[in-house]
């Protein structure tokens, strides 16, 4: 985790890190919906034991405005149809706050 996030939030924001480990059915809708947050963090990480939710939500997350930076596939159980995917996502929180305010105009 230090490697990924610098251990602490901006002045403006709630975490400077957060890291999801949904169930094989992935965030769901409710839970989507508070990653629109602009001060809620700059930096998430993703682990998702089914490549088809990963994909769904970080779709949706990319609608917000998050990025993946990097991603890893994990096959902790090999001979088996089964990966872990690790996701690295960023936000640029000031990007966000601008077009926002474009939008406005």
């Not at 996030?5 to 924001?13: G, Y």
Request: charged share 35%; aromatic share 6%; hydrophobic share 35%.
């Amino acid at each position: 985790l230090k490697r990924i996030s610098n251990n602490t939030a901006k002045e403006d924001q709630l975490f400077s890190c957060i890291l999801l480990d949904p169930p094989r059915t992935g965030m769901g809708e409710e839970l989507l919906k508070n990653f629109d947050q602009e001060n809620l963090a700059t930096t998430m990480i993703y682990v998702s034991c089914d490549p088809d939710s990963f994909a769904k939500d970080t779709k949706k997350l990319m609608d917000f405005g998050w990025i993946i930076k990097e991603l890893i596939m994990v096959d902790m159980f090999p001979q088996t149809r089964h990966l872990e995917v690790v996701g690295i996502l960023t936000r640029d929180t000031e990007k966000i706050k601008n077009e926002k305010k474009k939008k406005k105009i």
